[in-house]
């Protein structure tokens, strides 16, 4: 099993920065794939970046290339998504996602998931 705690949301205004932190515990992520998602209110989730465990490949949804960055820690067992020049339209929960299988995340998400961290971008 794997738990993941998702922090670092908060208020910025437009064209501001964030970076979102997921702390693993529970098994090493080192062997995992990571992403986030998010779900804006009456919107479904959708994918936002993943990074491979195996090759290290990163993937964006188009409308974060760019701005958003994944990275990991993984001495620190944890996974970030630096956000720049935001947007009113991120405003959304932001989840984190992991899985053996980078497909999986990269799709529908993975086996395990965190509770979420808002952000909320004004105008």
């Known amino acids: 099993q794997v738990q993941l705690v998702e922090s670092g949301g908060g208020l910025v205004q437009a064209g501001g920065s964030l970076r979102l932190s997921c702390a693993a515990s529970?098994?090493?992520?080192?062997?995992?794939?990571v992403g986030w998602f998010r779900q804006a209110p009456g919107k479904e989730r959708e994918f936002v970046a993943a990074r491979d465990w195996m090759s290290s490949a990163t993937y964006y949804a188009d409308f974060v290339k760019g701005r958003f960055t994944i990275s990991r820690d993984n001495a620190k067992n944890t996974v970030y998504l630096q956000m720049n020049s935001l947007k009113p339209e991120d405003t959304a929960v932001y989840y984190c996602?992991?899985?053996?299988?980078?497909?999986?995340?990269?799709?529908?998400?993975?086996?395990?998931w965190g509770r979420g961290t808002q952000v909320t971008v004004s105008s």
């Open positions: 996602n992991s899985d053996r299988s980078i497909t999986t995340v990269r799709g529908i998400g993975g086996a395990y």
């Open positions: 529970g098994r090493s992520l080192s062997t995992y794939a």
